[in-house]
């Protein structure tokens, strides 16, 4: 990963939307805790809560940053 990869994917992160975003969360997690807490707790602490997803969001968020990574022209 790139100097410019890792900042363009701390852009991505703070400018994903609650669609986006919830689209990478299990479907368990959502019904348990709801789609809204999960969106603020997101939204308020983008880096720690994409920290602390399980295995399987955090790879489906992460591609999200690749994909956009790539459409910025960033990818290496």
């Known amino acids: 990963m790139t100097l410019d ?10 400018n994903i939307d609650a669609e986006q975003y919830l689209a990478c969360i299990n479907k368990e997690d959502r019904e348990y805790f709801g789609d809204s807490v ?3 707790r997101f939204q308020g ?5 994409f920290s602390g997803l ?14 956009r990574n790539a ?3 960033i990818s290496a």
Request: hydrophobic share 45%; charged share 30%.
């Open 54 to 67: 399980p295995d399987q969001d955090q790879r489906r968020l992460f591609a999200l940053v690749e994909r």
């Open 45 to 49: 602490d983008p880096h720690r809560t």
């Open 5 to 14: 990869e890792f900042l363009n994917g701390i852009r991505v992160l703070w």
């Open 38 to 40: 999960l969106w603020l």
């Open 71 to 73: 459409d910025a022209g």
